[in-house]
Structure formats: C-alpha cells, structure tokens
C-alpha cells in the first residue's frame, strides 16, 4: 500500500503540473499522513520534514555542483569550448563526414572537463549545427548526433549526476568517477561506428587536411583546456584533493586560463556568468533537498522491500536482476528528467542491489548511464529539446535524427550489463 501512496502522490503531483521538487514534497507529506494514521509513525509532524529538508542539503559533497557548474560557465564564456571543437576540427575534420567525428571527439573531451550534459550541448549545438548545415549535413541528423555526444557529460569525470547519486547512495564519488572514464569512452566509439554507419548516405565534401604545422599550432592552443581533466583526475587519483576540492580547482583553472592565457573572459561576464551557475544550482540543490525528504520516508515506510518482494523472481541472477532494473529505468528516463530520477530510484534501488550482492560503484554507474540516455528520449529529453532550440528543429525530427546514437548507447549500455568486468577492471586498474 505504500508504494501506491508513494507513486499515486508523486504522480498526481506531477500531473498537476507541479515542479517535480515541489511534487517530491507532496509526496513526503502524503506518506508521512498515511504511516501515521497507520500506526507506522507515532505522529504527523511537519517539523521533520523541515529539518530533513535542511539536512538533505547540509552535506559537504554538494558544493562540488556550483563549482563545477561555475566551471563550465567559465570554459564556455573563456574559449576552452570553442579551442576544443577546432582542435578536434584540425585532426578528423578531413574525414568522410568529418564534422560528425568532430562532435564525437570534441564531446568526449567537454566531458571531461565540465560534467553537465546540458551545458556541453548547448555549447558544441552552438558551434557546430551552423557550421554543419553550412556544409549540407542533415541538421536533424546532425542534432541527434550532437545530443547523443552530449550525454556522455553525465558519465565521465567530472559528473555532476555522479556527485548526487554518490551522496544519495553513500557511495565513494572518487570510485565512481574513475569507474566511469572507461564507459564514457565506450559510449564515444559507440556513436562514432553509428556515425560511421549514417555518414555514409550524407553527400557532403570533407574538409581538407589541415597541414601538420597548423594542427600542432591548434593543438598548441588548446593545451590548456586539456589540461583540466589531466589536473582533476589526477589530483583525485593520487589523494591531493577530493572532488569537492576538484571542482574548486576546475573553477579556478578555467577562470585562470579563460582570463588570462585566452583573455576571451572577461570582468564584466562574471557577474553574469555567477548568476547562471547559481540560478542552475538553486534548481539542483533544491530538488535534493526535497528528495531527500522522500528518502528518509521511502526507508522508514519500507518501501525497498516491497519493491525487492516485486524483483524477488530475478533475484538469484545478478545480471538478470541488473538487466531488469535498466529496462525500467530506460521506461521510467522517457518519463523523468535526469535528476529527479536518480534521486527518486536511488534510495529505492540500492537496498536492492546491495541485498543482491552487486557493486555499488558498477551498478550507480550504470544507472547513472542509463538515465542520461533518458535525456535525449521524449517527450522529456532535455539535451533533445536543447539541441530544437538551436537547430530550430521539431522534437519528432530531433528524435529521428538521434534514433542511430540512441540504439549505440543502448548497445553500450546492455553489454556492461551482461560483461560488468568492462566496468570493474578499468576501476581496478585506476585505483592501483
């Protein structure tokens, strides 16, 4: 009876057309109503609710989101963004539908830097689709593309998705970040063969080959903005920071280089640029805090287990269990947006996964994989409605340009699923 309480509030919220945090909170009031008209808690008290309201944003692990949000506002306004897209430009631009292998690369380094799958579209949709169009590439193939490339932001280091699940789960936000530099990677090729795959039918002249004196000269300029993912995983690796401190080093090392070696940011940006970093980290930490709510109500009410009696058939095979989880979580992303689903399924899954004996690191990420894969599904899809607004596309062409890269990621997904040492090795490995 629970979980009807807790999906029919949750639900009727939303379809209310109530924000999801505020639905979040809905649904914490109404399951605290029923347990203690059911004798579960010995009272309704709405104090508790204020002060696991507070407590779910007191955690020192959340500052890593403004900064590494204030670090993608800095490389995008300073000029790592755009020295990146011409660094990948001068290497396989000259390729057969070379502009597309140019998202491709350009995306899986913007990962590494800023962990915001929105930023790093709205930033590589900006560049490239005119250029792109330009040169007679089909702009919905095109978009679909870039949004694909985009969602790897989520996956590799630095993650922001990673730092709220982390925290949601009490799972080690090192491990996880390192854990997911392979699939990240993965999930590049895996788009780059699709690419490969569709290009072909694009008539469209490639580029020429930039001479070698020119790429290195390139290359030479977009040292710096390399850099960063070498800085911050590295410091993490070898102990000299944590994330939380990593993501102050981002800020501050793309402020530094976008100031001073670019000179494209400038002084009067940055009360601009602080604004929108934190206007987005109100909405995130706003939405934990709420979600936080409806945790420590998820846990008291039981509700895990109720979920673990429903996945009770699946569980005495990990990798059936794992493939069941994702399947619903693939159903459940068309549905939510990113964040609210990690927060929502996080306390109601790890019971589960923990019960069942499979790593906490290996399955967060890729339960952080598959629900950025659910942005760049309608009617929801965030990355996918960005990359409209640029393109000036509709979501139904948006979708079927990206339908190729959405069933590579898919492909990508489900093979980690049934060979999870792709993921466990890697991390071993890292963590030498």
């Not at 930033?123 to 169009?133: G, K, Q, V």
């Given at each position: 009876?629970t979980v009807?309480?807790f999906?029919?509030?949750?639900?009727?919220a939303m379809a209310?057309?109530m924000?999801?945090?505020?639905?979040?909170?809905?649904?914490?009031?109404?399951?605290?109503?029923f347990?203690a008209a059911?004798?579960?808690?010995p009272?309704?008290?709405?104090q508790?609710?204020?002060q696991r309201?507070?407590?779910?944003a007191?955690?020192f692990p959340?500052?890593?989101?403004?900064f590494?949000?204030?670090?993608g506002?800095?490389?995008?306004?300073?000029?790592?963004?755009r020295?990146?897209?011409h660094l990948?430009?001068?290497?396989?631009?000259h390729?057969?539908?070379?502009?597309?292998?140019?998202?491709v690369?350009?995306a899986?380094?913007?990962?590494?830097?800023?962990?915001s799958?929105?930023?790093d579209?709205?930033?590589?949709?900006?560049?490239?689709?005119?250029?792109?169009?330009?040169a007679?590439?089909?702009?919905?193939?095109?978009?679909?593309l870039i949004?694909?490339g985009?969602?790897?932001a989520?996956?590799?280091?630095?993650?922001?998705?990673?730092?709220?699940f982390?925290v949601?789960?009490n799972?080690?936000i090192?491990?996880?970040?390192?854990?997911g530099?392979?699939p990240?990677?993965?999930?590049?090729l895996a788009?780059?063969i699709?690419?490969?795959?569709?290009a072909k039918?694009?008539?469209?002249?490639?580029?020429?080959?930039m001479p070698?004196?020119e790429?290195?000269?390139?290359?030479g300029?977009?040292t710096?903005a390399?850099?960063?993912p070498v800085?911050?995983?590295?410091g993490?690796?070898f102990?000299?920071?944590?994330?939380?401190?990593?993501?102050?080093?981002?800020?501050?090392?793309?402020?530094?280089v976008g100031?001073?070696?670019?000179?494209?940011?400038?002084?009067?940006?940055?009360?601009?640029?602080?604004?929108?970093?934190?206007k987005t980290?109100?909405v995130?930490?706003?939405l934990v805090?709420?979600a936080?709510v409806?945790?420590w109500?998820i846990?008291v009410a039981n509700?895990?287990?109720?979920v673990a009696?429903?996945?009770?058939?699946f569980a005495?095979n990990?990798?059936?269990?794992?493939?069941?989880?994702?399947?619903?979580?693939v159903?459940?992303g068309?549905?939510?947006?990113?964040?609210p689903?990690?927060?929502?399924?996080?306390?109601?899954l790890?019971p589960?996964?923990?019960?069942a004996g499979?790593?906490?690191?290996?399955?967060?990420?890729l339960?952080i994989?598959?629900n950025?894969i659910?942005?760049i599904?309608?009617?929801?899809?965030t990355?996918?409605?960005v990359?409209?607004?640029v393109?000036?596309?509709?979501m139904?062409?948006?979708?079927?340009?990206?339908m190729p890269?959405?069933?590579a990621?898919?492909?990508?997904?489900?093979?980690?699923?049934?060979f999870?040492?792709?993921?466990?090795?890697p991390?071993?490995?890292?963590?030498?």
């Amino acid at each position: 009876m629970t979980v009807t309480i807790f999906v029919g509030s949750l639900l009727g919220a939303m379809a209310l057309g109530m924000p999801i945090a505020y639905a979040l909170l809905v649904c914490g009031l109404a399951l605290m109503a029923f347990m203690a008209a059911t004798g579960m808690l010995p009272a309704f008290d709405s104090q508790i609710l204020a002060q696991r309201f507070v407590d779910g944003a007191d955690n020192f692990p959340l500052l890593a989101v403004p900064f590494f949000l204030l670090a993608g506002e800095f490389m995008n306004a300073g000029g790592l963004s755009r020295r990146i897209v011409h660094l990948a430009m001068a290497w396989v631009g000259h390729f057969r539908g070379g502009m597309g292998y140019v998202a491709v690369l350009a995306a899986v380094i913007m990962a590494s830097i800023s962990g915001s799958a929105v930023a790093d579209t709205a930033a590589l949709s900006a560049l490239l689709i005119p250029m792109m169009r330009q040169a007679g590439y089909q702009v919905n193939r095109s978009a679909g593309l870039i949004a694909a490339g985009g969602i790897i932001a989520p996956v590799i280091p630095p993650s922001i998705g990673m730092i709220i699940f982390g925290v949601a789960a009490n799972v080690s936000i090192t491990k996880l970040f390192l854990a997911g530099i392979f699939p990240g990677i993965l999930m590049g090729l895996a788009i780059g063969i699709a690419w490969w795959i569709v290009a072909k039918k694009e008539n469209v002249q490639a580029a020429p080959r930039m001479p070698m004196g020119e790429r290195l000269r390139v290359t030479g300029q977009g040292t710096f903005a390399l850099l960063l993912p070498v800085v911050i995983l590295g410091g993490m690796k070898f102990g000299v920071f944590t994330p939380t401190e990593a993501a102050v080093v981002a800020a501050v090392y793309s402020f530094v280089v976008g100031m001073f070696v670019y000179r494209e940011l400038k002084l009067k940006d940055l009360y601009g640029l602080v604004v929108s970093a934190g206007k987005t980290t109100a909405v995130v930490m706003f939405l934990v805090a709420a979600a936080m709510v409806s945790a420590w109500l998820i846990t008291v009410a039981n509700i895990p287990d109720e979920v673990a009696k429903l996945l009770s058939p699946f569980a005495h095979n990990k990798t059936l269990l794992m493939l069941v989880m994702m399947v619903i979580i693939v159903v459940i992303g068309t549905a939510l947006d990113f964040t609210p689903t990690v927060l929502i399924l996080t306390p109601v899954l790890m019971p589960i996964v923990r019960q069942a004996g499979i790593d906490p690191v290996y399955f967060g990420v890729l339960f952080i994989m598959n629900n950025a894969i659910g942005l760049i599904t309608p009617p929801v899809g965030t990355v996918l409605n960005v990359v409209c607004g640029v393109a000036r596309i509709s979501m139904d062409d948006a979708f079927k340009g990206v339908m190729p890269f959405f069933i590579a990621q898919l492909i990508v997904l489900f093979s980690l699923v049934l060979f999870p040492d792709l993921v466990l090795v890697p991390l071993q490995w890292l963590m030498r």
